[in-house]
């Protein structure tokens, strides 16, 4: 066993060493890389990047390196993004090179081939984004706020009737919303089986290995290699989750054909993309497998940011009461003391917007948003960029820049009262950017609108009266919930 692992290790460190002089030879033609730490030879940055709250890390590295930062790992680049500027700059206005993905066995194993977040850039990604687009537009996302308000109501009688639970009321909210426009589904009951199927898919997500810095996405041979070879758990355990992620795919594909059937389907994205493909056939632009793909990325990119954003609204609310206070205020002004609001009211609502902004800016749910891929090598302001970097748009150092905001860990929604810009980089950049974040901010604004409406949030109160303030303490990992 040892003589296999020294003679695997030997392999790569002489693979590395190759390309290390190769690239010595070739940077001496060109600009240098953007300035990081000092790295160790061979494995770079590996021992460390954080494997826990990395956003944290980058933010401080920006503090001394400046907004473009390069790291390197095991012979991979990684250019972090920590300012709007640097961030436009590359993702939006040069988004025709910056919008690829890295390709992540870990991912690709447990079946989400399909999922538009994990496309390489190129066709299928053009018709999958195509099919999200058209479905989630400003326009068409109109049609969906009847359910948002409904839901949002149903939300205030959760809370209402217990309110300790109130984590699990907001994640309902959140579900069920997805739940209704993306398979015409409607929860009645804990039992639901569309729930279970979604809580079994969540639990794969949070507990599979970070894509792209686990062992068998770093050396793709490993997931060749057998079960037993060290390391290769990252491909054993996706391939374990396989059944769950295709059952998600596979139940409401076949429960809706058999609504359809017998004409009880209601109005959903996968309705109206079934309904095509029964009318068209294979001249229907979009494959089963294309939808399928598709309505689990809705799902499985809707609900726990919108989740994330609503649990990060009460932090905020409790850990700063006199926010809440003049939120409600304006409401109370607004409505009176028994209305509650509707997104027509949303205009007239000055400061609860610039609270929904600061909820966003002041502690992000994507804190370090989904990596894009460099296809090209680049030059940005003197430095260059190689083909093939990961560039990761750091939105936590971006919303927390002390050239830009004030006491920027204050959640404080005067600021943009006072100038200061709204923040930017919470759905992202260029060509990637979130095609669901007209739904998700229509969703979070009247979730929150209803709550301050309905409700003073507070902290719960020890044994002898005095209130217990949370710490602000987020989960790590992709969000930051
Ligand atoms: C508050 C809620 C949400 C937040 C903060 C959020 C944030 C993001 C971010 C930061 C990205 C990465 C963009 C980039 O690579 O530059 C993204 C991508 C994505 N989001 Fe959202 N999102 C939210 C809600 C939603 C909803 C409701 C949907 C579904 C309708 C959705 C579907 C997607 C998909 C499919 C992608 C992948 C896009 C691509 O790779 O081209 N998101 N989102």
């Known amino acids: 066993m040892l003589e296999v692992f020294l003679i695997v290790f030997l392999f790569l460190a002489s693979g590395l060493l190759l390309w290390r002089l190769t690239n010595i030879k070739r940077s001496q033609d060109r600009p240098p890389l953007p300035p990081g730490p000092p790295a160790d030879p061979i494995i770079g940055h590996l021992r ?21 930062v390069h790291l390197h790992v095991l012979g991979s680049n990684m250019i972090v993004l920590n300012s709007a500027q640097a961030a436009f700059d590359l993702l939006d206005k040069r988004s025709a090179i910056y ?21 390489r850039y190129g066709k299928r990604f053009h018709k999958h984004r195509k099919l999200l687009n058209e479905y989630f537009s400003h326009e068409k996302c109109e049609s969906y706020l009847p359910v948002q308000a409904l839901e949002a109501r149903r939300l205030l009688g959760n809370l209402l009737s217990n309110p300790e639970k109130f984590n699990d009321h907001l994640e309902w909210f959140s579900t069920s919303v997805i739940l209704r426009i993306n398979y015409g589904h409607e929860v009645v009951s804990e039992n639901d089986t569309y729930l279970k199927i979604i809580a079994d898919v969540g639990y794969c997500v949070t507990h599979c290995a970070t894509p792209g810095s686990n062992l068998v996405d770093l050396i793709p041979i490993m997931k060749y290699l057998p079960s037993w070879f060290p390391g290769t758990y990252p491909a054993t355990q996706s391939r374990s989750y396989r059944p769950t992620v295709d059952l998600m795919h596979d139940y409401p594909f076949e429960d809706v ?35 399928k793909g598709a309505t689990g990325a809705i799902y499985s990119a809707g609900v726990d940011t919108i989740w994330s954003s609503l649990s990060i609204f009460i932090l905020a609310m409790v850990l700063y009461p006199s926010v809440q206070a003049r939120a409600q205020k304006e409401l109370d002004e607004l409505l009176g003391p028994s209305q509650l609001p509707e997104f027509d009211d949303r205009p007239h609502l000055p400061y609860l917007e610039c609270v929904l902004q600061e909820t966003y800016r002041w502690n992000n749910a994507l804190p370090i948003g989904v990596p894009h891929r460099l296809m090209e090598d ?9 083909k093939g970097s990961t560039v990761i748009a750091n939105t936590r150092g971006i919303t ?12 404080d929604p005067s600021r943009y009262l006072r100038g200061e810009p709204h923040p930017v980089g919470q759905f992202g950049f260029g060509r990637r950017i979130c095609p669901g974040r007209h739904l998700a901010e229509s969703g979070v604004w009247i979730a929150i609108a209803s709550m301050l409406a309905a409700f003073r949030i507070s902290p719960v109160k020890a044994e002898d009266g005095t209130p217990v303030l949370p710490r602000e303490n987020f989960c790590p990992g992709l969000q930051g919930k």
């Open 48 to 68: 460390i990047i954080p494997s826990e709250h990395s956003d944290r890390f980058f933010y401080e590295l920006s503090r001394k390196y400046g907004s473009v």
């Open 99 to 119: 919008s690829d993905r890295a390709h992540s066995d870990v991912l690709m194993l447990m079946g989400w081939s399909h999922h538009l977040a994990f496309l």
């Open 378 to 386: 680049d030059i940005y302001n003197g430095m260059f960029i190689p």
């Open 400 to 411: 927390l820049d002390e050239d830009v905001y004030q006491e920027p860990h204050a959640f």
């Open 257 to 291: 054909k058999k609504q359809m059937a017998v004409g009880t389907a209601k109005d959903s994205f996968l309705f109206t993309h079934l309904e095509g493909l029964q009318c068209e056939g294979s001249e229907y632009p979009y494959t089963a497998e294309d939808i």
